[in-house]
């Protein structure tokens, strides 16, 4: 890693992915590192650093070097075969009879294994909404909670948590509070600068952006006893991500900020037009001043509101579901974050217990004319 002027930027830093450069051929795009092990030296210590292939790989640990960058994280950062994979890591850390306290409005997978896998470990769950401080600051009990889970923007509504104020909360009952930064991207947020303890992204999303790796990661402010829990859960249960799918996650970092800034813009724009729409009851995005979350979301986000938003349909479900058949330039699928747009209708696929209105469908802005998806979606909403 020889990439460290103090005045290099995060977006030039991401560009040459540290400014690596492969030593034997001088090679731009450093190798992928497939080797399972490595030589020991003849003392039998491991002076390389390297190991063993389940904890430690080259390619993982620069693509680690630059979300590190990217997050401000003094422990580092650590990537894992799927979001899930690297959130469970955090959950897996605590102890049993430990209170979580984590929002409503999240994830659903996430929220699904909270609700049943985790409190199998021992711990106890609460789920509220953690955009409403209050609510937090109440369910929060000074000893007993050990963490405070957010997710903000929050998937499929787009509300806010103010991560400084959570933060606050957080550590004054002696907790630690952890951020999934996913649907902002860590060139909208900087959660631990805000004062988080980790954060996660389903690298899956926009770190990637080409919907052709599933990815994970976590980030810390502190390599205390706790993260070093996480650190050790993940070599011991063996999930870091593999490292082909680090070096295309690594080659689609590199273009994170044009893609991040591109994709935000378009949201906003669609969420502004979409607005007058006679078939839209409701646009949920934290860039339009009405959304509740907007104040809290100009504070604490940067350069844009991020690249997801919600409709709800006048129509109701029905038309929300006929739309979905009818879209040509969205590809009618699940995820978000990749260059191409998805439009999905949530409830359907979250099922009973979801917090998702029917007459909700969930856009993920690529990075396409905003014109031509904006007339897409125009022309579907008006045939449903
Ligand atoms: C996709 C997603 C996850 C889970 O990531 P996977 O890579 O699919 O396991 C977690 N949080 C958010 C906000 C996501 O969008």
């Given at each position: ?25 001088k ?15 003849e ?109 903000t ?72 006893a ?70 809290v ?8 509101f ?6 709800q349909?006048t ?12 879209v040509?330039?969205?590809?009618r ?19 009973p217990?979801?917090p998702?209105?029917?007459?909700l ?12 998806l ?11």
């Amino acid at each position: 890693m020889s990439a460290s002027h103090p005045l290099w930027s995060k977006r030039s830093l991401t560009a040459q992915a540290m400014g690596h450069v492969d030593p034997i051929t001088k090679a731009v795009v450093p190798p992928i590192h497939v080797a399972t092990t490595y030589i020991r030296d003849e003392d039998n210590a491991y002076s390389s650093g390297f190991v063993y292939g389940r904890p430690d790989n080259a390619t993982v640990r620069e693509a680690e070097a630059v979300l590190a960058m990217l997050e401000e994280a003094d422990a580092g950062a650590l990537l894992f075969s799927s979001g899930m994979a690297a959130a469970t890591a955090v959950f897996q850390a605590l102890e049993p009879g430990d209170h979580v306290v984590a929002s409503k409005v999240m994830y659903w997978a996430l929220r699904n294994w909270l609700a049943t896998e985790a409190t199998r470990w021992g711990l106890s769950v609460e789920f509220v909404e953690t955009d409403d401080l209050d609510a937090l600051r109440r369910a929060v009990v000074p000893g007993r909670t050990k963490l405070v889970w957010v997710e903000t923007p929050s998937n499929p509504l787009w509300t806010i948590t103010d991560i400084a104020a959570a933060a606050e909360i957080a550590h004054a009952a002696g907790a630690r509070l952890a951020v999934d930064s996913t649907t902002a991207s860590p060139v909208h947020t900087r959660p631990l600068a805000l004062g988080a303890d980790i954060v996660m992204h389903a690298a899956t999303k926009i770190l990637n952006g080409h919907s052709d790796v599933v990815a994970g990661a976590l980030a810390g402010a502190k390599a205390d006893a706790f993260w070093n829990r996480v650190v050790s859960i993940r070599k011991m249960q063996g999930a870091i991500l593999g490292p082909f799918e680090a070096y295309l996650l690594m080659r689609g970092m590199r273009t994170l900020h044009l893609r991040a800034a591109a994709q935000a813009r378009s949201a906003m724009l669609l969420a502004e037009r979409l607005g007058d729409h006679p078939k839209v009851a409701r646009v949920l995005y934290p860039g339009l001043p009405q959304h509740p979350g907007h104040d809290v979301a100009a504070r604490q986000m940067e350069g844009g509101f991020g690249y997801m938003l919600s409709i709800q349909l006048t129509g109701g479900e029905a038309a929300a579901v006929r739309t979905a058949a009818r879209v040509g330039l969205w590809k009618r699928a699940t995820s978000l974050g990749g260059v191409e747009s998805l439009i999905e209708h949530r409830a359907s696929i979250e099922g009973p217990g979801t917090p998702c209105p029917p007459d909700l469908l969930r856009l993920s802005t690529g990075i396409e004319d905003v014109n031509d998806l904006f007339t897409d979606l125009d022309e579907a909403m008006r045939a449903a």
